[in-house]
């Protein structure tokens, strides 16, 4: 076991943490933030995308010992006071989602993208979204939620 | 995954310290390889060393003009480091051309480099595999081997004891630049030319690489010579993006006034147990101008002496065409920028 001192969403939390617990089995089954999920479970998917430090990481690759002393978000801390984050209205908007199971990681994963380029071309988001694996929607409409996103804050600081 | 114990040292010798005392360990720095090799079962370390807070976050620029890039530096702060674009876009290049953002955030420089194999037969445990269980067999000889390595598979009998390819975008482009590891291990401090780094399987599949117990990588070191000209780095795979190389080629080129090559490099990737070179091959080039057919003599050089085992005897001539390609791609200076390498019309 060792003691590691995690913020997540804005919120410190110290624990301890047998060394093979993965960082998102931590968030999910220690914190009881749900909305991280876990796909394939083997780095491949990206349904598990949260941020570490600001930059998005894939959750279940990763030991909640290697987390100590970072800044963690969720996708539950990307609407804090309940108002959505405009990549989740434009999801809404552009019917980016079917089942939604994808749905955390590929805006996890969207929002470090457009932090880093806030005007991206259709080509740079979808090399951006090459570690995110989607079943239903064939894509489209989640590149095009992005595009919509990236329109709607444009000039706006993240 | 089974249970291990942990540690996180804060400096590089109570780190090599802690590895040497301890049996069956494993640093762990990005863990994003490690890990998934440990949910397989394919790795399965008693104690793990989290490197993460040693003060390896660093790229410095070197007096004679190079660079060293620390080992815990994110293959994505590599990627986009002002040096590193500038200096040495072949390098940035290539580590974009592999995995996904997420992975590159989180993977850093020294893991980069003991990457271990994607063979289907060492990630499964039902599976012979002389990399994974030396003396069990060679899967991939007589199966699935799509993926293989057609160059430097030889060993002291008469069947290859390993097929496997390393599985590494950015070793290709350091392979090509001549970087040099630089590691400290409870004998001190050594580098390592990268050239000699990574190994050839021979009769020992199990070592991928030349470290000794209890050494850590702490840096990479970029020689002077930039390559920030004439360069590209061409990869090719069965899908567009997030996938392992069928074949990659790195190629470096240094033009005299007139035009003509003066220096060329040419790494390949997706072939062989380690980044492969061939110095005879890129001698070939020396004082002369772009030619198609000159670049063809170049591939057959590079290409000598490979053989495939079936499914793989297609990457061949593939490696050949990449390598022409690559090579005009590099010479007109052009065609580097930006994706090029990924336009459908490559593709």
């Known amino acids: 076991m060792s003691t590691i001192t995690v913020t ?3 919120k410190s939390y110290t624990k301890e943490v047998e060394g093979r617990t993965l960082l998102v089995h931590f968030l999910r089954d220690t914190l009881g933030l749900t909305g991280t999920h876990v796909g394939c479970d083997t780095s491949s998917c990206g349904a598990c995308t949260i941020h570490l430090d600001g930059r998005a990481v894939k959750s279940c690759s990763m030991l909640a010992a290697q987390a100590d002393g970072s800044i963690l978000t969720t996708i539950e801390g990307l609407a804090p006071g309940g108002e959505l984050h405009p990549l989740q209205v434009a999801f809404n908007d552009e019917h980016g989602l079917q089942c939604g199971f994808c749905t955390p990681g590929m805006i996890m994963t969207a929002a470090d993208l457009l932090s880093q380029n806030p005007n991206p071309t259709e080509r740079e988001i979808r090399e951006g979204l090459e570690g995110n694996i989607c079943r239903c929607t064939g894509y489209h409409n989640i590149v095009r939620a992005i595009q919509l996103a990236a329109e ?3 000039g706006v600081p993240a | 995954m089974n249970s291990f114990s942990y540690s996180r040292p804060d400096d590089v010798n109570a780190a090599v310290g802690e590895i040497s005392e301890q049996t069956q360990a494993k640093f762990i720095a990005g863990g994003t390889n490690l890990l998934d090799l440990m949910k397989e079962n394919v790795e399965h370390p008693q104690h793990l060393v989290d490197i993460n807070h040693l003060p390896l976050g660093f790229i410095d620029e070197l007096p004679e003009g190079g660079l ?3 080992a815990l530096v994110t293959n994505a702060d590599t990627a986009y480091h002002e040096l590193v674009q500038k200096n040495y876009p072949l390098l940035s290049m290539a580590i974009l051309a592999g995995a996904s953002p997420q992975l590159r955030n989180m993977a850093t420089n020294g893991g980069n480099l003991f990457q271990r194999t994607r063979c289907y037969y060492f990630y499964d445990t039902a599976t012979a595999c002389n990399k994974r269980e030396p003396g069990s067999g060679c899967g991939a000889l007589t199966g699935y081997n799509r993926i293989h390595a057609i160059l430097g598979t030889a060993s002291s009998g008469n069947t290859p004891q390993c097929i496997a390819t390393h599985p590494s975008d950015m070793c290709v482009a350091l392979r090509a630049l001549d970087a040099v590891v630089r590691v400290s291990g409870p004998n001190g401090d050594r580098t ?10 021979g009769d020992e ?4 690489n030349t470290i000794e117990p209890g050494e850590l990588v702490t840096a990479i070191d970029l020689p002077a010579e930039h390559f920030n000209t004439h ?3 061409l990869k090719l795979r069965d899908r567009a993006s997030y996938a392992f190389a069928l074949v990659s080629v790195a190629v470096a080129l240094r033009l005299d006034e007139g035009g003509q090559i003066a220096e060329a490099r040419i790494a390949l990737g997706g072939v062989a147990h380690k980044p492969w070179r061939n110095p005879a091959a890129e001698a070939l080039l020396t004082g002369k101008a772009a030619d198609t057919t000159l670049f063809r003599q170049v591939a057959e050089q ?3 002496g490979a053989q495939g085992y079936g499914n793989n005897t297609f990457k061949i001539e593939l490696a050949k065409r990449a390598i022409v390609r690559a090579l005009d791609m590099a010479y007109a200076g052009s065609t580097q920028a930006g994706d090029a390498y990924k336009q459908e019309d490559i593709l």
Do not use: C, K, Q, S
């Open chain 1, 8 to 10: 997540v969403n804005g």
């Open chain 1, 152 to 154: 709607r804050t444009a």
């Open chain 2, 68 to 70: 060293r890039l620390g």
């Open chain 2, 192 to 201: 390592i030319p990268i050239a000699d780094f990574h190994r050839l399987p």
């Open chain 2, 205 to 208: 599949p199990e070592r991928d």
């Open chain 2, 231 to 233: 360069y590209t780095y």
């Open chain 2, 302 to 304: 590079l290409l000598d």
